[in-house]
């Protein structure tokens, strides 16, 4: 038994002998990696831009003796950046980018996701960090209003005109809903595939070459409309238009009012028509120290008179209003087929100039990781940075640093749903969300997914509300069925003007570049709203 328990002992030893060699083989694998164990100072440089006041932290992840990089105040923009000692060639074989971020106080309007800067050559310094600075590849999460995506952004410069564009991966992945750690990780690879996961979980697959994965496609398209072609002035693309043959009736009022007066009404009895709505109050005193020289006139506050509570109404009885029978408004005459109908115009199509040929993307090389966001909650930490040529360092990465933690963590939420007694409601609730976030891809509903989400999203939050949201979209899904069966009006087609978007849109990435996506609408009505009186009921 000895010789056994002796045995049992130096096996133990020897497998975990391995993992440490594994994960040490694994850490001088990877090309950069920052733990955070060690205070960041001197190695990453906070900018001095005026913008960026937010206060960075070398703290520790709530639960844990795990040392991240935090943002501690709200409403505040961040940047820090940390220059790598060899630029990354995203051009040699697989690439990964991966990290961790944990949103310990929630998340509801920011960002947390990581720039991978361009040589300094290419115009910036690590101190004047901010949103302009130039990157190969922006990566990872940002929700604010019904922005609520992981983003993969590549920047290209396009070698016919020379401008740098952002190329944005089409239906990147949501963000997790919770307070948990979370590690996101992009692979790019040498058959142009990019592949997106969360938490070890492909969530996402592309590719860069494909005009369905990247908007706008990374190579552009062969043909254009004619930027110079302009609609002929006899060119009629009105598909109905007002019947010219069409003569108002000769019984048609415009000049009737909407309402008259109700001539069948008569005054309630009991109406006081000798009573004021309100009275002066006869408690009140004029205060002593009171001066009409400086105050004014002094008037007695009023109050609502007594009598009135219970009788029909006071003071002087008029009738009621009531829809007018002979009103039918402004005429105007039926829409009829229009016989002029061109069609809609559209200028033809001429070779782009632009245009050009890959076999796989430009990536400028990675000389820097930076941390650029704007974001209105604190808590936000990140973690375990990582930068390697093999996925599977990264997956181990994932194991032996993210892991632990996403347990404990687990554990910890699902002790507190029991304790709450909301286990078996929070199997119920998560099954729901994930029909439901199926329901929102579907084709047909695509002009109400947003609406659908954001649902969603309001009941992944208040999960009381699941039960009243599913009934929701359920209304929502049968609205879309019935205007797709029974619409019978053929919609009338138009042209949309289209608006040119600039090629770099640096300066308003995402939802957390420069402010809130939703401001608060002014009050319309500049006060209260008068009080009812009882004769106009």
């Not at 960002?111 to 990566?139: C, T, V």
């Not at 940002?142 to 016919?160: M, R, S, Y």
């Not at 494909?210 to 302009?230: C, G, H, R, V, Y």
Request: charge should be negative.
């Amino acid at each position: 038994m000895i010789m056994m328990g002796h045995f049992a002992l130096l096996v133990f030893l020897a497998f975990a002998s391995m993992q440490l060699l594994c994960i040490a083989a694994d850490h001088d694998a990877a090309i950069f990696y920052d733990s955070f164990e060690e205070p960041f100072n001197g190695r990453w440089i906070v900018s001095d831009k005026d913008d960026y006041k937010g206060i960075w932290e070398h703290s520790k992840s709530e639960g844990h003796d795990d040392y991240g990089l935090l943002v501690t105040e709200k409403a505040r923009k961040y940047a820090i950046v940390k220059e790598l000692e060899e630029h990354v060639n995203l051009r040699d074989g697989t690439t990964v980018l991966q990290y961790e971020a944990r949103f310990q106080n929630g998340l509801e309007c920011g960002g947390a996701y990581l720039k991978y800067l361009r040589p300094q050559e290419a115009g910036w310094k690590p101190k004047e960090f901010d949103n302009g600075s130039p990157y190969s590849i922006m990566f990872g999460p940002d929700i604010c209003g019904l922005t609520n995506k992981v983003h993969f952004i590549l920047k290209q410069k396009n070698p016919k005109s020379g401008e740098y564009v952002e190329h944005h991966l089409i239906d990147p992945p949501r963000v997790p809903s919770d307070k948990l750690s979370h590690v996101y990780t992009a692979i790019l690879k040498p058959d142009n595939e990019i592949g997106i996961l969360i938490d070890g979980e492909v969530k996402k697959k592309g590719n860069f070459l494909s005009a369905q994965d990247f908007d706008p496609p990374i190579i552009p398209a062969k043909t254009i409309p004619d930027p110079n072609e302009k609609k002929p002035e006899d060119w009629d693309d009105r598909v109905r238009i007002p019947d010219p043959n069409a003569v108002k009736p000769d019984d048609w009022d415009e000049n009737a009012p909407m309402e008259i007066e109700d001539m069948e009404a008569v005054k309630p009895e009991g109406w006081l028509d000798d009573e004021s709505e309100e009275i002066d109050d006869p408690e009140a005193t004029k205060p002593e120290d009171w001066d009409d020289e400086e105050d004014g006139v002094w008037e007695v506050p009023k109050i609502d008179n007594p009598k009135c509570q219970t009788a029909p109404g006071c003071g002087e009885w008029k009738r009621p209003m009531k829809r007018n029978p002979a009103f039918k408004g402004i005429w105007n005459p039926p829409l009829v087929d229009n016989p002029n109908y061109k069609g809609i115009w559209k200028p033809r199509d001429i070779p782009n100039p632009n245009y050009f040929e890959l076999d796989k993307p430009y990536f400028d090389p990675i000389a820097a990781i930076g941390i650029e966001i704007w974001t209105m909650q604190e808590g936000i930490l990140f973690d375990n940075i990582l930068i390697a040529k093999d996925e599977n360092v990264a997956e181990s990465y994932r194991d032996t640093t993210w892991k632990p933690k996403f347990v404990v963590e687990k554990e910890k939420q699902k002790a507190e749903e029991e304790a709450a007694g909301s286990d078996d409601l929070g199997g119920f609730q998560k099954t729901v969300f994930d029909v439901l976030y199926k329901f929102a891809d579907i084709p047909f509903l695509s002009k109400y997914k947003l609406q659908i989400l954001d649902f969603i999203e309001k009941a992944e939050k208040q999960p009381n509300l699941t039960i009243g949201v599913l009934v929701s979209i359920v209304v929502v899904i049968l609205t879309a069925i019935f205007m797709l069966i029974f619409s019978g009006k053929k919609q009338q087609p138009r042209v949309e003007k289209k608006t040119e978007v600039a090629a770099d849109t640096s300066n308003d990435q995402g939802s957390s570049g420069e402010k809130p996506a939703e401001e608060e609408k002014e009050n319309e009505t500049g006060g209260a709203a008068p009080r009812q009186r009882r004769r106009d009921t």
